[in-house]
Every structure is written in structure tokens, then in C-alpha cells.
């Protein structure tokens, strides 16, 4: 552990920390969705995906994915344009950890572990690979969600504009 309620999670290119809730970290570019995400809370540790309205995420949809929570992995329900473009393949319905490389894959499982153990916020931020194995830019935040409010079910993911 860095800090108090950050954890670190490098790798490669590639740099995952882990937030507490508590404060709410504060990213630049990210105020706005983690303004929506806190406001979805209602009084629980975490909000829910049924918490959140299509109209929520205007002028966001394309950085917007989602992946629900699938034993240790996550898998993606919505996967927006701006992800396709990143990784050069649309990830939808697959697995979060199982779709990233070898030399990737540990610290991926890793990073969402941690998210959905504290629960904390995850920022990423580097290079990954996309399909073609070209490092491409990333910089983006993983909020956990709940539909018990309680334990992670879901992760909402935003790319950075």
C-alpha cells in the first residue's frame, strides 16, 4: 500500500491503483461520472447498474462499458465505441480478465479483485495492447457497483475524453 486507501497495482506499462470510497477520490476529467455514480448511492456503500437511466450517461455513451461480476472475472455487457476503438475489437459478452494478454492477465485479475474487496474505485492508466498487439493509451476508472448495495456485482468503466 502507497498511502491510506491506495493500493497499487503496476505492471509492464501499466499502472492500477485502488481508491477508497471514503472520500471519493477526485480525478481530473472523471468529476462529472463520479459525481452520477455517487448520487446513484442512495444511502448504500455502492449504487446499483438498475440504478442508472440510458439518459445518465448522455454525451458518454461511447467511453460507457459495463461488465457484471462472473466468479473472479467480469464480463461485459455493454462495451462502448470509444472501448472498440481502444482495443480494436468489441469485447461484449466477453470476459474482462480472460480477454487481455498472457503477460497481462495476472494483474488484471489482481486489480478487480482488489475493486471488488474493498470495494474501491480503480483508476487505470498507461498502455495496453490492442488486438494487433500495438500499445495503445489508456487512461480510465473502474466504480463498482451493487445491486445488494453491498457486494460488487457490476463495475461501470470510463475512458477519459
Known amino acids: ?42 444511502g ?14 448522455f454525451g ?15 464480463r461485459f455487457r455493454v462495451y462502448g465505441s470509444d472501448f472498440v476503438k481502444l ?10 480478465c480472460a480477454s487481455v494478454g498472457v503477460k497481462w492477465k495476472g494483474g488484471a485479475y489482481a486489480y478487480f479483485a482488489e475493486i471488488s474487496k474493498g470495494p474501491y474505485i480503480g483508476r487505470t492508466q498507461g498502455v495496453v495492447p490492442d488486438s494487433r498487439q500495438h500499445l495503445v493509451e489508456i487512461d480510465a476508472i473502474d466504480m463498482p457497483m451493487a445491486e445488494d448495495g453491498q457486494d460488487v456485482s457490476h463495475c461501470l468503466h470510463i475512458l477519459k475524453a
Open 1 to 42: 500500500m502507497l498511502i491510506e486507501g491506495i493500493r497499487s497495482f503496476s505492471q509492464h506499462e501499466l499502472n492500477r491503483q485502488c481508491y477508497s470510497l471514503n472520500p471519493l477520490p477526485t480525478f481530473i476529467g472523471f468529476e462529472d461520472v463520479i459525481d452520477l455514480w455517487s448520487s446513484k448511492r442512495k
Open 60 to 74: 458518454l455513451h461511447s467511453r460507457v462499458s459495463v461488465s457484471e461480476k462472473e466468479d473472479n472475472d467480469f
Open 44 to 57: 448504500h456503500l455502492l449504487p446499483a447498474w438498475s440504478d442508472f437511466q440510458y439518459d445518465d450517461f
Open 87 to 96: 482495443r480494436d475489437q468489441d469485447l461484449t459478452n466477453k470476459l474482462l
